[in-house]
């Protein structure tokens, strides 16, 4: 176990100083040097304007206007084999063009290919709903507006889906603070205990460098158990790891710690 140090203001110490850091990006290559990714760049070029392309990681990303969003989707999906939508949400450039970037993650079983499709809207701006296309959409499209405010035309049920419907504000932005706003901090107490009980119980503690690792009670000290409320003196014995009940389990054997073994090859 590691020596314990005090977690005391860590929020006011951060690794950056630069809040809206970019990390550096890993090479591009050039899409006419794969001869997939080449033939689908063509069909989407042959229908719609195509602002950028290249191929990064092993995938291709292309940056098409945010209007076309439905129709190179509707593309990819009935004419170029990419049947899934895995993965869909906003990245938050207001800071920098007063911008979000929307994007869609796309996987084709067939060709064993993954495309990133790319948009740019205005902060104000809504993008148009792909749910009819895939029902992936739906939930992530949701979370996309909760987490970023980002507002999605005929989407079927446009609500939060994280947070409650009556919260302020979108917790993924980069101006929304780490601990929470104000409305953050007194939610629960003017949710269950109205308002005039603020003076009386205080504002919640979303500070979670106040998380104490020896608290018994409220944290999980895996390998030094005690009894609930036990007074911790930080120098406990070590249990040894065991991962089933006292009497083990029918026709199972036991985990010995000291019997496992570390896998160090990955390709194993």
Known sequence: MRAYTPKD????????????????????????????????????????????????????????????NYGVLELLRDELEYTQLSEMSAIDWLAKSNQFEIFYQMLSMGKRKRLRIKCFIDKDEAINSVEKLFRSADWSEREMYDMFG??????????????????????????????????????????????????????????????????????ARLGHEVPKGTKITGKEPKNPLAYQEEGGVFMIDRFDEKKSVIITDRDR
Do not use: C
């Open 150 to 219: 980002v507002k999605v035309n005929n989407h079927p049920f446009l609500k939060r889906i994280l947070m409650p419907y009556d919260w302020e504000g979108h917790p993924l932005l980069k101006t929304y603070p780490l601990e929470g706003d104000e409305f953050a901090q007194w939610y629960e107490v003017d949710k269950i205990y109205g308002k005039e009980a603020r003076d009386i119980i205080g504002p919640e503690i979303r500070d979670t460098a106040r998380v104490d690792r020896y608290d018994s009670e409220r944290f």
């Open 9 to 68: 203001n860590v929020q006011a110490k951060p690794y950056y100083t630069d809040r809206f850091y970019v990390a550096p990006q890993v090479p591009k290559q050039d899409v006419q040097s794969d001869e997939v990714f080449a033939a689908d760049l063509a069909a989407i070029k042959a229908k719609f304007e195509v602002l950028d392309a290249y191929i990064q990681v092993s995938q291709m990303v292309v940056y098409i206007n945010a209007k076309d």
